[in-house]
Every structure is written in structure tokens, then in C-alpha cells.
């Protein structure tokens, strides 16, 4: 079985910065794109960032500047640095993986979400 757990949210003033980690285990062939995903109350999830094996990354306009994906491809592990926060941000925040399990094709997983909350 394949998991990924998240972890780094919480509550932050405006401006202030947290960092998220998601590390994928289990029975892992290939980890390919990672990324992060949010969704505030009432509103459809998004895509916030995401990277591929080898580096490349793409931002939801409202981010760019303010957040940096990375990953750990020895720990597969994907971390999401936000800066500048706002109460905009405020949502709860999951961790995708394309991940190729051993004896199994590639497929997509889900963190269980981290609470991020952005208010004065």
C-alpha cells in the first residue's frame, strides 16, 4: 500500500509563512509528478503547485511569488513553502502523487489534507 501524510499546517497572521511536507511511503516503484492542491469552504479544489520528477514546476497565478514547491526525490518527499500569506490562502491543503507502485501501474494518491488558516 501506497500513503502519503501531510504535515505543516496551522493558523498564521497575514504576511506571515508555513511550510508544508507531504512524504509518500509503501511499496514504491517511481514517484512521478507531485503537487498540492486546496480547497476553501464552499469553493471547488484547485491545483496550487505542482513538480515533476525532474524539477519542472507550475503555480496558480494567485501563488506565483509568494510559493515554492519542492521535493526530495531520495525521501520522496514534496514540501510547499508559503510566503506572504493571506486570508485568501486560508483552506485545507492536500498532497498529490503520481506514484507507481510495485506490480501496479501508475495512479494517483491523496493526502488525508492539513488546515492552513490565514487571519489576524
Known amino acids: 500500500q501506497v500513503q502519503l501524510v501531510e504535515s505543516g499546517g496551522g493558523l498564521v497572521q497575514p504576511g506571515g509563512s508555513l511550510r508544508l511536507s507531504c512524504a509518500a511511503s509503501?511499496?514504491?516503484?517511481?514517484?512521478?509528478?507531485m503537487g498540492w492542491y486546496r480547497q476553501a469552504p464552499g469553493k471547488q479544489r484547485e491545483l496550487v503547485a505542482r513538480?515533476?520528477?525532474?524539477?519542472?514546476?507550475n503555480y496558480v497565478d494567485s501563488v506565483k511569488g509568494r510559493f515554492t514547491i519542492s521535493r526530495d526525490n531520495a525521501k520522496n518527499t514534496v514540501y510547499l513553502q508559503m510566503n506572504s500569506l493571506k486570508p485568501e490562502d486560508t483552506a485545507v491543503y492536500y498532497c498529490?502523487?503520481?506514484?507507481?507502485?510495485?506490480?501496479?501501474?501508475?495512479?494517483?494518491?491523496w493526502g488525508q489534507g492539513t488546515q492552513v488558516a490565514c487571519s489576524s
Open positions: 509503501g511499496s514504491i516503484s517511481r514517484v512521478n509528478a
Open positions: 513538480i515533476t520528477s525532474g524539477g519542472s514546476t
Open positions: 498529490y502523487a503520481m506514484i507507481e507502485a510495485y506490480g501496479l501501474g501508475p495512479r494517483g494518491y
